[in-house]
Protein backbone atom coordinates (compact mmCIF):
# COMPACT_ATOMS: atom_id res chain seq x y z
CA UNK A 1 0.00 0.00 0.00
CA UNK A 2 1.49 3.25 -1.06
CA UNK A 3 2.44 6.06 1.81
CA UNK A 4 1.81 9.38 1.96
CA UNK A 5 2.89 12.22 3.58
CA UNK A 6 0.38 14.70 5.18
CA UNK A 7 -1.40 11.19 6.91
CA UNK A 8 -2.11 13.61 9.93
CA UNK A 9 -4.05 16.24 7.97
CA UNK A 10 -7.93 15.69 8.38
CA UNK A 11 -8.78 13.60 5.93
CA UNK A 12 -12.65 12.03 6.32
CA UNK A 13 -15.35 14.99 5.23
CA UNK A 14 -16.54 15.38 9.27
CA UNK A 15 -12.57 15.77 10.19
CA UNK A 16 -12.13 18.94 7.80
CA UNK A 17 -15.99 20.39 7.90
CA UNK A 18 -14.77 20.25 11.53
CA UNK A 19 -11.32 22.21 11.19
CA UNK A 20 -13.01 24.41 8.89
CA UNK A 21 -15.49 25.13 11.24
CA UNK A 22 -12.79 25.66 13.64
CA UNK A 23 -10.41 27.96 11.52
CA UNK A 24 -7.10 25.39 12.13
CA UNK A 25 -7.88 25.16 8.36
CA UNK A 26 -9.44 27.08 5.65
CA UNK A 27 -11.61 25.87 2.30
CA UNK A 28 -8.70 27.49 0.28
CA UNK A 29 -6.04 25.82 2.06
CA UNK A 30 -7.95 22.56 1.64
CA UNK A 31 -8.27 23.06 -1.79
CA UNK A 32 -4.79 24.02 -2.47
CA UNK A 33 -4.17 20.63 -1.00
CA UNK A 34 -5.78 18.91 -3.24
CA UNK A 35 -4.19 20.04 -5.98
CA UNK A 36 -1.13 19.59 -4.42
CA UNK A 37 -1.80 15.75 -3.77
CA UNK A 38 -3.05 15.62 -7.85
CA UNK A 39 -0.36 16.84 -8.62
CA UNK A 40 2.16 14.67 -6.46
CA UNK A 41 -0.24 11.92 -7.60
CA UNK A 42 0.53 11.91 -10.99
CA UNK A 43 -2.08 10.12 -12.94
CA UNK A 44 -3.58 11.99 -15.89
CA UNK A 45 -5.83 9.50 -16.48
CA UNK A 46 -8.33 9.89 -13.04
CA UNK A 47 -9.69 13.28 -14.53
CA UNK A 48 -10.82 13.94 -18.12
CA UNK A 49 -11.34 17.57 -16.94
CA UNK A 50 -9.89 19.75 -14.34
CA UNK A 51 -10.76 22.58 -12.96
CA UNK A 52 -8.45 25.62 -12.77
CA UNK A 53 -7.22 25.69 -9.50
CA UNK A 54 -7.05 29.38 -8.97
CA UNK A 55 -10.64 29.20 -9.79
CA UNK A 56 -11.64 26.67 -7.13
CA UNK A 57 -9.20 28.81 -4.54
CA UNK A 58 -11.32 31.75 -5.21
CA UNK A 59 -15.00 30.27 -4.71
CA UNK A 60 -13.16 28.29 -1.84
CA UNK A 61 -12.30 32.00 -0.60
CA UNK A 62 -15.61 33.65 -1.36
CA UNK A 63 -17.28 30.04 0.86
CA UNK A 64 -15.71 31.57 3.78
CA UNK A 65 -19.09 34.05 5.03
CA UNK A 66 -20.50 34.50 8.01
CA UNK A 67 -23.33 31.77 6.78
CA UNK A 68 -21.37 29.46 5.09
CA UNK A 69 -19.73 27.96 8.12
CA UNK A 70 -22.94 25.88 9.12
CA UNK A 71 -23.63 24.02 5.72
CA UNK A 72 -22.79 20.27 6.06
CA UNK A 73 -20.28 20.32 3.19
CA UNK A 74 -18.66 23.38 4.16
CA UNK A 75 -15.51 23.78 1.60
CA UNK A 76 -15.22 20.09 0.81
CA UNK A 77 -13.50 19.17 -2.05
CA UNK A 78 -15.66 16.84 -4.69
CA UNK A 79 -14.93 15.38 -7.92
CA UNK A 80 -17.79 14.38 -10.43
CA UNK A 81 -18.10 11.18 -13.00
CA UNK A 82 -17.90 12.60 -16.28
CA UNK A 83 -21.50 10.92 -16.97
CA UNK A 84 -22.97 13.59 -14.87
CA UNK A 85 -23.51 17.26 -15.54
CA UNK A 86 -21.64 19.87 -13.95
CA UNK A 87 -21.65 23.42 -14.83
CA UNK A 88 -18.38 24.79 -16.30
CA UNK A 89 -17.22 21.06 -17.61
CA UNK A 90 -18.15 19.29 -20.85
CA UNK A 91 -20.06 16.03 -20.33
CA UNK A 92 -18.35 12.88 -22.30
CA UNK A 93 -19.12 10.10 -21.26
CA UNK A 94 -15.60 9.14 -22.08
CA UNK A 95 -16.34 9.89 -25.69
CA UNK A 96 -14.91 12.28 -26.89
CA UNK A 97 -17.61 12.25 -30.26
CA UNK A 98 -20.21 12.41 -27.68
CA UNK A 99 -19.12 15.52 -25.69
CA UNK A 100 -21.81 17.95 -25.38
CA UNK A 101 -21.13 21.41 -22.80
CA UNK A 102 -24.81 21.39 -19.98
CA UNK A 103 -25.95 24.49 -19.58
CA UNK A 104 -26.73 23.68 -16.16
CA UNK A 105 -25.89 21.29 -13.04
CA UNK A 106 -27.43 18.20 -12.68
CA UNK A 107 -29.67 17.91 -9.56
CA UNK A 108 -26.89 15.88 -7.64
CA UNK A 109 -24.45 18.31 -8.30
CA UNK A 110 -26.43 21.27 -7.47
CA UNK A 111 -27.58 19.69 -4.13
CA UNK A 112 -23.77 19.77 -3.28
CA UNK A 113 -23.32 22.71 -4.38
CA UNK A 114 -25.74 24.41 -2.20
CA UNK A 115 -24.56 22.23 1.00
CA UNK A 116 -20.98 23.91 0.51
CA UNK A 117 -18.91 21.67 -1.92
CA UNK A 118 -16.60 22.67 -4.32
CA UNK A 119 -16.42 20.89 -7.72
CA UNK A 120 -12.92 20.21 -9.10
CA UNK A 121 -13.02 18.23 -11.72
CA UNK A 122 -14.99 15.48 -13.82
CA UNK A 123 -13.34 11.98 -13.32
CA UNK A 124 -12.89 9.14 -15.77
CA UNK A 125 -14.95 6.02 -16.19
CA UNK A 126 -15.89 2.92 -18.58
CA UNK A 127 -16.81 4.71 -21.94
CA UNK A 128 -20.89 5.42 -21.61
CA UNK A 129 -20.41 3.50 -17.92
CA UNK A 130 -20.08 0.14 -19.62
CA UNK A 131 -18.01 -1.79 -17.86
CA UNK A 132 -17.20 -3.04 -14.01
CA UNK A 133 -13.22 -2.69 -14.61
CA UNK A 134 -12.34 0.55 -15.56
CA UNK A 135 -10.18 -0.22 -18.56
CA UNK A 136 -12.38 0.75 -21.35
CA UNK A 137 -11.72 4.38 -21.76
CA UNK A 138 -9.92 6.36 -24.38
CA UNK A 139 -8.33 8.85 -21.83
CA UNK A 140 -6.21 5.96 -20.17
CA UNK A 141 -6.61 3.53 -17.19
CA UNK A 142 -6.65 5.07 -13.94
CA UNK A 143 -4.15 3.28 -11.53
CA UNK A 144 -5.71 1.68 -8.44
CA UNK A 145 -5.13 3.47 -5.42
CA UNK A 146 -4.04 0.24 -3.56
CA UNK A 147 -1.64 -1.63 -5.98
CA UNK A 148 -0.70 -0.55 -9.27
CA UNK A 149 -1.43 -3.92 -11.50
CA UNK A 150 -5.00 -4.29 -10.35
CA UNK A 151 -7.34 -2.53 -12.46
CA UNK A 152 -9.15 0.36 -10.70
CA UNK A 153 -12.65 -1.02 -10.70
CA UNK A 154 -15.58 0.69 -13.24
CA UNK A 155 -17.17 2.46 -14.24
CA UNK A 156 -17.01 4.37 -12.00
CA UNK A 157 -12.92 4.38 -12.13
CA UNK A 158 -11.70 7.83 -11.67
CA UNK A 159 -14.25 8.36 -8.86
CA UNK A 160 -13.10 5.63 -6.91
CA UNK A 161 -9.21 5.89 -7.23
CA UNK A 162 -9.54 9.80 -6.68
CA UNK A 163 -11.25 8.64 -2.98
CA UNK A 164 -8.69 5.99 -2.22
CA UNK A 165 -5.89 7.41 -3.20
CA UNK A 166 -6.88 10.77 -0.83
CA UNK A 167 -7.20 13.06 -3.69
CA UNK A 168 -10.76 14.04 -2.34
CA UNK A 169 -12.84 12.72 0.76
CA UNK A 170 -15.64 12.32 -1.82
CA UNK A 171 -16.96 11.38 -5.14
CA UNK A 172 -19.81 10.74 -7.31
CA UNK A 173 -19.97 7.61 -9.61
CA UNK A 174 -23.46 5.98 -11.16
CA UNK A 175 -24.53 2.38 -10.27
CA UNK A 176 -26.36 0.20 -13.00
CA UNK A 177 -25.24 -2.97 -12.83
CA UNK A 178 -22.49 -2.48 -9.83
CA UNK A 179 -20.42 0.52 -11.18
CA UNK A 180 -20.26 2.24 -7.40
CA UNK A 181 -19.75 -0.70 -5.34
CA UNK A 182 -17.12 -2.72 -7.18
CA UNK A 183 -14.47 0.08 -7.90
CA UNK A 184 -14.88 0.52 -4.20
CA UNK A 185 -14.01 -2.62 -3.01
CA UNK A 186 -11.02 -3.16 -5.19
CA UNK A 187 -9.59 1.04 -3.73
CA UNK A 188 -10.50 -0.33 0.31
CA UNK A 189 -13.10 2.78 0.34
CA UNK A 190 -17.19 3.11 0.89
CA UNK A 191 -19.83 2.78 -1.94
CA UNK A 192 -23.26 3.64 -1.15
CA UNK A 193 -25.84 2.62 -3.87
CA UNK A 194 -29.01 4.20 -2.92
CA UNK A 195 -32.33 3.44 -3.47
CA UNK A 196 -33.32 3.70 -6.60
CA UNK A 197 -35.03 7.48 -7.30
CA UNK A 198 -33.66 8.53 -4.01
CA UNK A 199 -31.48 10.94 -5.94
CA UNK A 200 -32.31 12.16 -8.56
CA UNK A 201 -30.78 11.28 -12.24
CA UNK A 202 -31.80 14.44 -13.81
CA UNK A 203 -28.44 15.34 -15.88
CA UNK A 204 -26.92 11.83 -16.10
CA UNK A 205 -26.31 10.46 -19.25
CA UNK A 206 -27.88 6.98 -18.86
CA UNK A 207 -26.95 3.70 -19.20
CA UNK A 208 -30.25 2.18 -18.63
CA UNK A 209 -32.31 4.33 -17.35
CA UNK A 210 -34.79 2.43 -15.42
CA UNK A 211 -32.20 1.05 -13.40
CA UNK A 212 -29.25 3.91 -12.96
CA UNK A 213 -28.66 5.57 -9.79
CA UNK A 214 -26.05 7.97 -8.52
CA UNK A 215 -23.87 6.69 -5.79
CA UNK A 216 -21.10 7.79 -3.24
CA UNK A 217 -17.53 6.89 -2.71
CA UNK A 218 -16.25 8.26 0.58
CA UNK A 219 -13.78 7.09 3.11
CA UNK A 220 -16.62 6.07 6.09
CA UNK A 221 -20.09 5.21 6.07
CA UNK A 222 -20.84 8.43 7.64
CA UNK A 223 -19.43 10.50 5.46
CA UNK A 224 -21.51 8.48 2.56
CA UNK A 225 -24.35 8.70 4.65
CA UNK A 226 -24.35 12.77 5.03
CA UNK A 227 -23.55 13.29 1.21
CA UNK A 228 -26.56 11.28 0.43
CA UNK A 229 -28.75 13.15 2.88
CA UNK A 230 -27.46 16.43 0.97
CA UNK A 231 -28.51 15.00 -2.22
CA UNK A 232 -31.68 12.67 -1.47
CA UNK A 233 -34.98 14.14 -2.15
CA UNK A 234 -37.90 14.07 -5.08
CA UNK A 235 -36.92 16.42 -8.20
CA UNK A 236 -39.68 17.25 -10.78
CA UNK A 237 -37.18 17.26 -13.09
CA UNK A 238 -36.55 13.65 -13.01
CA UNK A 239 -39.93 10.99 -13.63
CA UNK A 240 -38.55 8.34 -12.06
CA UNK A 241 -37.21 10.23 -8.77
CA UNK A 242 -39.59 8.81 -5.81
CA UNK A 243 -39.94 10.58 -2.31
CA UNK A 244 -38.57 8.45 0.00
CA UNK A 245 -37.66 9.68 3.51
CA UNK A 246 -34.23 8.64 4.36
CA UNK A 247 -34.60 7.79 8.55
CA UNK A 248 -32.02 8.18 10.76
CA UNK A 249 -29.14 6.46 11.43
CA UNK A 250 -29.56 4.41 14.81
CA UNK A 251 -26.70 2.48 17.30
CA UNK A 252 -26.41 -1.36 15.56
CA UNK A 253 -29.76 -2.73 15.89
CA UNK A 254 -30.36 -5.74 18.57
CA UNK A 255 -31.23 -9.14 16.99
CA UNK A 256 -29.87 -7.76 12.97
CA UNK A 257 -30.65 -11.09 11.41
CA UNK A 258 -28.49 -10.97 8.17
CA UNK A 259 -28.90 -13.19 5.16
CA UNK A 260 -25.78 -15.31 3.78
CA UNK A 261 -25.97 -17.91 0.88
CA UNK A 262 -26.84 -21.60 1.61
CA UNK A 263 -24.04 -23.54 1.28
CA UNK A 264 -22.15 -24.25 -1.94
CA UNK A 265 -23.64 -21.61 -3.92
CA UNK A 266 -21.24 -18.96 -3.30
CA UNK A 267 -18.92 -18.64 -6.44
CA UNK A 268 -15.18 -17.42 -5.94
CA UNK A 269 -13.50 -18.27 -9.40
CA UNK A 270 -11.00 -20.26 -7.22
CA UNK A 271 -9.52 -17.52 -5.16
CA UNK A 272 -8.98 -19.28 -1.99
CA UNK A 273 -8.05 -16.20 -0.30
CA UNK A 274 -11.50 -13.82 -1.36
CA UNK A 275 -13.41 -16.80 0.11
CA UNK A 276 -11.31 -17.05 3.40
CA UNK A 277 -11.73 -12.99 3.95
CA UNK A 278 -15.40 -13.59 3.30
CA UNK A 279 -15.95 -16.33 6.05
CA UNK A 280 -13.84 -14.47 8.61
CA UNK A 281 -16.06 -11.12 8.12
CA UNK A 282 -19.31 -13.34 9.10
CA UNK A 283 -16.98 -13.99 11.84
CA UNK A 284 -17.21 -10.63 12.69
CA UNK A 285 -20.58 -9.85 11.73
CA UNK A 286 -21.40 -13.03 14.25
CA UNK A 287 -19.37 -11.56 17.10
CA UNK A 288 -21.19 -8.05 16.46
CA UNK A 289 -24.25 -9.85 17.13
CA UNK A 290 -25.95 -10.69 14.46
CA UNK A 291 -27.46 -14.04 13.94
CA UNK A 292 -26.55 -15.69 10.19
CA UNK A 293 -29.79 -17.05 8.07
CA UNK A 294 -29.62 -19.13 4.98
CA UNK A 295 -31.18 -17.82 2.00
CA UNK A 296 -31.55 -19.28 -1.54
CA UNK A 297 -29.26 -17.29 -4.23
CA UNK A 298 -29.97 -18.80 -7.23
CA UNK A 299 -32.91 -16.49 -7.99
CA UNK A 300 -31.02 -13.63 -7.67
CA UNK A 301 -27.97 -15.10 -9.89
CA UNK A 302 -31.07 -15.75 -12.62
CA UNK A 303 -32.21 -12.05 -12.24
CA UNK A 304 -28.38 -11.22 -12.73
CA UNK A 305 -28.49 -13.03 -15.80
CA UNK A 306 -31.29 -11.41 -17.54
CA UNK A 307 -29.03 -8.03 -17.01
CA UNK A 308 -27.08 -8.21 -20.10
CA UNK A 309 -28.63 -11.01 -21.92
CA UNK A 310 -32.04 -9.61 -21.37
CA UNK A 311 -33.73 -6.66 -22.84
CA UNK A 312 -31.59 -4.32 -20.75
CA UNK A 313 -29.23 -3.84 -23.52
CA UNK A 314 -31.46 -2.21 -25.41
CA UNK A 315 -31.39 0.31 -23.04
CA UNK A 316 -28.02 1.28 -23.61
CA UNK A 317 -28.41 0.77 -27.33
CA UNK A 318 -30.63 3.40 -27.20
CA UNK A 319 -28.16 5.95 -25.48
CA UNK A 320 -25.29 5.68 -28.25
CA UNK A 321 -27.44 4.42 -31.34
CA UNK A 322 -26.81 7.62 -33.38
CA UNK A 323 -23.31 7.65 -32.69
CA UNK A 324 -22.97 3.62 -33.52
CA UNK A 325 -24.72 4.36 -36.76
CA UNK A 326 -22.34 7.56 -37.86
CA UNK A 327 -19.19 7.09 -36.31
CA UNK A 328 -19.02 3.73 -34.56
CA UNK A 329 -15.52 3.95 -34.50
CA UNK A 330 -15.48 6.52 -31.66
CA UNK A 331 -17.05 3.72 -29.51
CA UNK A 332 -14.55 1.50 -27.58
CA UNK A 333 -14.67 -1.63 -29.28
CA UNK A 334 -15.77 -4.00 -26.26
CA UNK A 335 -18.49 -1.19 -25.48
CA UNK A 336 -19.67 -1.47 -29.34
CA UNK A 337 -19.74 -5.01 -29.20
CA UNK A 338 -22.17 -5.46 -26.16
CA UNK A 339 -24.00 -2.48 -26.56
CA UNK A 340 -24.84 -3.10 -30.71
CA UNK A 341 -26.73 -6.26 -29.50
CA UNK A 342 -29.45 -3.92 -28.03
CA UNK A 343 -30.45 -3.37 -31.74
CA UNK A 344 -31.76 -6.85 -32.11
CA UNK A 345 -33.88 -7.33 -29.29
CA UNK A 346 -37.45 -7.30 -29.67
CA UNK A 347 -41.11 -5.81 -27.80
CA UNK A 348 -41.88 -9.64 -27.13
CA UNK A 349 -37.97 -10.26 -25.96
CA UNK A 350 -39.15 -7.26 -23.39
CA UNK A 351 -42.33 -8.43 -21.92
CA UNK A 352 -41.40 -12.23 -21.37
CA UNK A 353 -38.20 -10.80 -19.61
CA UNK A 354 -40.62 -8.14 -17.68
CA UNK A 355 -42.83 -11.31 -16.26
CA UNK A 356 -40.19 -12.99 -15.62
CA UNK A 357 -38.23 -10.18 -13.70
CA UNK A 358 -41.28 -9.54 -11.45
CA UNK A 359 -41.63 -13.07 -9.86
CA UNK A 360 -38.11 -13.13 -9.50
CA UNK A 361 -39.21 -10.09 -7.61
CA UNK A 362 -41.78 -11.57 -5.34
CA UNK A 363 -38.87 -14.31 -4.71
CA UNK A 364 -36.81 -11.51 -3.45
CA UNK A 365 -39.62 -9.58 -1.21
CA UNK A 366 -40.26 -13.34 0.47
CA UNK A 367 -36.52 -14.11 1.21
CA UNK A 368 -36.82 -9.96 3.36
CA UNK A 369 -39.62 -11.63 5.48
CA UNK A 370 -37.34 -12.91 8.19
CA UNK A 371 -33.73 -10.83 7.33
CA UNK A 372 -33.12 -7.56 7.69
CA UNK A 373 -30.25 -7.56 4.79
CA UNK A 374 -28.19 -9.71 2.71
CA UNK A 375 -24.47 -9.53 3.34
CA UNK A 376 -22.39 -10.73 -0.18
CA UNK A 377 -19.06 -10.10 -1.43
CA UNK A 378 -18.66 -7.26 -3.35
CA UNK A 379 -17.03 -9.13 -5.98
CA UNK A 380 -16.01 -12.59 -6.16
CA UNK A 381 -12.13 -12.23 -6.85
CA UNK A 382 -10.03 -9.29 -7.86
CA UNK A 383 -7.99 -8.69 -11.60
CA UNK A 384 -5.15 -7.20 -12.85
CA UNK A 385 -5.05 -5.00 -15.78
CA UNK A 386 -3.06 -7.07 -17.56
CA UNK A 387 -5.65 -10.22 -17.07
CA UNK A 388 -8.51 -7.84 -18.08
CA UNK A 389 -6.77 -6.84 -21.49
CA UNK A 390 -6.37 -10.45 -22.43
CA UNK A 391 -9.35 -11.32 -21.66
CA UNK A 392 -12.30 -8.43 -21.40
CA UNK A 393 -15.73 -9.50 -21.57
CA UNK A 394 -15.69 -12.80 -19.56
CA UNK A 395 -13.59 -11.39 -16.15
CA UNK A 396 -15.71 -8.14 -16.20
CA UNK A 397 -18.96 -10.32 -16.34
CA UNK A 398 -17.69 -12.54 -13.21
CA UNK A 399 -17.00 -9.33 -11.46
CA UNK A 400 -20.68 -8.77 -11.59
CA UNK A 401 -21.66 -11.79 -10.18
CA UNK A 402 -22.83 -10.29 -6.61
CA UNK A 403 -24.07 -7.19 -7.95
CA UNK A 404 -26.02 -7.36 -11.47
CA UNK A 405 -28.93 -8.10 -9.85
CA UNK A 406 -29.58 -5.39 -7.15
CA UNK A 407 -31.11 -2.77 -9.19
CA UNK A 408 -33.64 -5.33 -11.34
CA UNK A 409 -34.80 -6.23 -7.55
CA UNK A 410 -35.21 -2.23 -6.42
CA UNK A 411 -32.79 -3.25 -3.66
CA UNK A 412 -30.25 -0.29 -2.02
CA UNK A 413 -26.59 -1.51 -0.85
CA UNK A 414 -23.54 -0.69 0.96
CA UNK A 415 -19.97 -1.80 -0.24
CA UNK A 416 -17.80 -1.97 2.81
CA UNK A 417 -13.85 -2.47 3.20
CA UNK A 418 -13.58 -6.12 4.83
CA UNK A 419 -10.01 -7.02 5.11
CA UNK A 420 -6.53 -6.40 3.53
CA UNK A 421 -5.56 -9.75 2.02
CA UNK A 422 -1.92 -10.99 2.84
CA UNK A 423 -1.81 -10.02 -0.68
CA UNK A 424 -1.79 -6.56 -0.62
CA UNK A 425 -5.32 -6.83 -2.39
CA UNK A 426 -8.29 -5.42 -0.87
CA UNK A 427 -11.45 -7.62 -0.32
CA UNK A 428 -14.90 -5.77 0.65
CA UNK A 429 -18.76 -6.97 1.25
CA UNK A 430 -22.06 -5.33 0.49
CA UNK A 431 -25.07 -5.21 2.82
CA UNK A 432 -28.35 -5.54 0.77
CA UNK A 433 -31.89 -4.37 1.78
CA UNK A 434 -35.28 -3.68 -0.14
CA UNK A 435 -35.82 -0.25 -1.26
CA UNK A 436 -35.92 2.87 1.48
CA UNK A 437 -33.97 0.94 3.80
CA UNK A 438 -30.60 2.90 2.85
CA UNK A 439 -30.28 4.31 7.08
CA UNK A 440 -30.64 0.75 8.58
CA UNK A 441 -27.78 -0.87 6.10
CA UNK A 442 -25.36 2.66 7.06
CA UNK A 443 -26.35 1.83 10.72
CA UNK A 444 -24.86 -1.50 10.65
CA UNK A 445 -21.97 -0.97 8.15
CA UNK A 446 -20.90 2.18 10.38
CA UNK A 447 -20.41 -0.33 13.05
CA UNK A 448 -19.13 -3.27 11.08
CA UNK A 449 -16.90 -1.09 8.95
CA UNK A 450 -15.20 0.63 12.25
CA UNK A 451 -14.32 -2.63 13.67
CA UNK A 452 -12.33 -3.78 10.97
CA UNK A 453 -10.05 -1.57 11.98
CA UNK A 454 -8.92 -1.16 8.33
CA UNK A 455 -6.76 1.94 7.63
CA UNK A 456 -8.52 4.55 4.89
CA UNK A 457 -8.08 4.40 1.00
CA UNK A 458 -4.40 3.83 0.06
CA UNK A 459 -3.28 6.54 3.13
CA UNK A 460 -2.74 4.33 5.89
CA UNK A 461 -4.97 6.89 8.52
CA UNK A 462 -7.18 4.86 11.04
CA UNK A 463 -10.58 4.86 10.87
CA UNK A 464 -11.92 7.53 13.60
CA UNK A 465 -14.00 7.06 16.67
CA UNK A 466 -18.13 6.63 15.28
CA UNK A 467 -19.70 9.82 16.04
CA UNK A 468 -21.77 9.74 19.01
CA UNK A 469 -25.85 9.53 17.88
CA UNK A 470 -28.25 12.02 18.48
CA UNK A 471 -30.47 10.28 21.31
CA UNK A 472 -34.12 9.94 20.55
CA UNK A 473 -37.03 8.49 22.31
CA UNK A 474 -38.75 5.97 19.73
CA UNK A 475 -42.38 7.44 20.38
CA UNK A 476 -41.06 11.15 19.46
CA UNK A 477 -41.39 12.31 16.14
CA UNK A 478 -39.68 15.76 15.34
CA UNK A 479 -41.64 18.37 13.50
CA UNK A 480 -40.17 21.96 11.78
CA UNK A 481 -42.53 24.98 12.41
CA UNK A 482 -41.49 28.10 10.31
CA UNK A 483 -44.29 30.67 11.42
CA UNK A 484 -46.54 31.15 14.03
CA UNK A 485 -46.08 28.07 16.38
CA UNK A 486 -42.53 29.22 17.00
CA UNK A 487 -41.82 29.91 20.78
CA UNK A 488 -43.51 33.21 21.68
CA UNK A 489 -45.56 33.47 18.55
CA UNK A 490 -49.97 33.17 18.68
CA UNK A 491 -50.23 29.90 18.19
CA UNK A 492 -47.12 28.14 20.06
CA UNK A 493 -49.54 27.33 22.88
CA UNK A 494 -50.86 24.53 20.48
CA UNK A 495 -47.72 22.51 20.69
CA UNK A 496 -47.46 23.11 24.58
CA UNK A 497 -50.79 22.06 24.95
CA UNK A 498 -49.81 18.91 23.39
CA UNK A 499 -46.35 18.66 25.47
CA UNK A 500 -44.30 19.34 22.66
CA UNK A 501 -40.77 19.94 23.65
CA UNK A 502 -38.68 22.53 21.85
CA UNK A 503 -35.54 20.10 20.64
CA UNK A 504 -33.48 23.24 18.64
CA UNK A 505 -33.47 26.22 16.63
CA UNK A 506 -31.46 26.26 12.99
CA UNK A 507 -32.13 26.80 9.39
CA UNK A 508 -33.42 24.96 6.29
CA UNK A 509 -31.17 24.70 3.43
CA UNK A 510 -30.94 27.25 0.34
CA UNK A 511 -33.89 25.94 -1.09
CA UNK A 512 -36.71 27.47 0.25
CA UNK A 513 -38.53 30.67 -0.12
CA UNK A 514 -40.97 32.42 2.05
CA UNK A 515 -43.89 34.64 2.27
CA UNK A 516 -46.35 36.32 4.66
CA UNK A 517 -50.01 35.04 3.71
CA UNK A 518 -53.56 37.02 4.26
CA UNK A 519 -54.75 34.85 7.22
CA UNK A 520 -55.57 35.46 10.72
CA UNK A 521 -53.75 35.39 12.90
CA UNK A 522 -50.81 35.76 10.27
CA UNK A 523 -49.21 33.28 9.89
CA UNK A 524 -45.84 32.51 6.89
CA UNK A 525 -46.29 30.08 4.01
CA UNK A 526 -42.62 28.10 3.44
CA UNK A 527 -42.55 26.80 -0.26
CA UNK A 528 -39.18 24.26 -1.47
CA UNK A 529 -38.05 25.67 -4.82
CA UNK A 530 -35.23 24.48 -6.82
CA UNK A 531 -31.95 23.83 -5.10
CA UNK A 532 -29.91 26.87 -4.40
CA UNK A 533 -32.34 29.44 -5.70
CA UNK A 534 -33.89 30.13 -2.76
CA UNK A 535 -32.92 31.15 1.01
CA UNK A 536 -32.23 29.47 4.24
CA UNK A 537 -34.94 30.01 6.46
CA UNK A 538 -34.71 29.95 10.03
CA UNK A 539 -37.42 27.43 12.19
CA UNK A 540 -37.50 25.30 15.06
CA UNK A 541 -38.02 21.96 15.80
CA UNK A 542 -40.10 20.77 18.36
CA UNK A 543 -40.79 16.63 19.13
CA UNK A 544 -44.23 15.29 19.51
CA UNK A 545 -45.35 12.09 20.30
CA UNK A 546 -46.87 9.82 17.78
CA UNK A 547 -50.27 10.16 19.33
CA UNK A 548 -49.75 14.30 19.44
CA UNK A 549 -48.18 14.72 16.61
CA UNK A 550 -51.22 12.96 14.52
CA UNK A 551 -53.76 15.54 16.19
CA UNK A 552 -51.25 18.34 15.83
CA UNK A 553 -51.47 17.46 12.00
CA UNK A 554 -54.97 16.72 11.72
CA UNK A 555 -55.89 19.70 12.64
CA UNK A 556 -53.75 21.77 9.96
CA UNK A 557 -55.77 23.60 8.00
CA UNK A 558 -56.03 24.51 4.03
CA UNK A 559 -53.39 25.96 2.07
CA UNK A 560 -50.79 24.21 4.98
CA UNK A 561 -49.21 21.51 4.16
CA UNK A 562 -47.21 18.63 6.13
CA UNK A 563 -44.01 18.01 3.72
CA UNK A 564 -40.21 16.89 4.29
CA UNK A 565 -38.22 19.85 5.07
CA UNK A 566 -34.70 19.56 4.07
CA UNK A 567 -31.99 21.57 7.14
CA UNK A 568 -28.84 23.33 6.46
CA UNK A 569 -26.73 20.44 7.93
CA UNK A 570 -28.34 18.11 5.20
CA UNK A 571 -30.82 16.07 7.39
CA UNK A 572 -34.71 16.05 6.73
CA UNK A 573 -37.72 16.24 9.06
CA UNK A 574 -40.86 16.91 8.31
CA UNK A 575 -42.58 20.49 8.42
CA UNK A 576 -44.90 23.05 7.22
CA UNK A 577 -44.73 23.95 3.96
CA UNK A 578 -47.64 25.70 1.47
CA UNK A 579 -49.71 25.16 -1.14
CA UNK A 580 -48.50 27.02 -4.19
CA UNK A 581 -51.56 28.12 -5.60
CA UNK A 582 -52.33 30.36 -2.68
CA UNK A 583 -49.10 32.40 -3.24
CA UNK A 584 -50.59 34.82 -5.91
CA UNK A 585 -51.67 37.48 -3.21
CA UNK A 586 -48.97 36.60 -0.77
CA UNK A 587 -45.75 39.08 0.02
CA UNK A 588 -42.71 37.40 -0.65
CA UNK A 589 -40.45 37.82 2.63
CA UNK A 590 -37.80 35.49 1.79
CA UNK A 591 -35.36 38.51 2.41
CA UNK A 592 -35.82 38.63 5.98
CA UNK A 593 -35.01 34.95 6.49
CA UNK A 594 -37.36 34.18 8.68
CA UNK A 595 -40.50 35.11 9.92
CA UNK A 596 -39.38 36.74 13.32
CA UNK A 597 -37.69 39.32 11.42
CA UNK A 598 -40.47 39.81 9.45
CA UNK A 599 -43.11 40.29 12.14
CA UNK A 600 -40.50 42.08 14.53
CA UNK A 601 -40.31 44.74 11.43
CA UNK A 602 -44.23 44.95 11.07
CA UNK A 603 -44.67 45.49 14.51
CA UNK A 604 -42.75 48.57 14.21
CA UNK A 605 -44.21 50.09 11.05
Known amino acids: MRAEMGAEQPETIAAIVAAHRAGTLTPAQTVARTYQRIRDHNDPAVFISLRDEKDAIAEAEKLATKDAPSLPLYGVPVVVKDNIDALGFPTTAACPAFSYTPTHDSTAVARL ?14 QFATGLVGVRSPYGIPRNAIRDDLIPGGSSSGSATAVGAGLVPLSLGTDTAGSGRVPAMLN ?27 SVF ?14 AGPDQADPFSRDRPLGAITPLPANLRLGVPRSGQLIFFGDKKAEAAYADALKRWTALGATLVEFDLEPFYETARLL ?14 DLLASAPDTIHPVTREITAAGARLTAADTFSALYRLQGLRKIAER ?52 AMRADGIPFGITLLAPTGHDALLASIGRAFHADTKLTLGAKGVAHPALAPLAASSIDEIPIAVVGAHLSGMALNGELKALNGQLIEATRTAADYKLYALKTTPPKPGMLRVEAGKGASIELEIWSLSSSAFGKFVNAIPAPMAIGTVRLADGRSVKGFLVEPEVLGEARDITAYGGWRKYMAEAATT
Open 188 to 214: NIVGLKPSLGMISTAGLVPACRTLDCI
Open 367 to 418: TFTNIDALVLPTAPTAYTTAQVLANPVELNSRLGTYTNFVNLLDLCGLALPA
Open 308 to 321: YEGPWVAERYLVIR
Open 113 to 126: RAAGAIIIGKTNLD
Open 218 to 231: ALTVDDAALALSVM
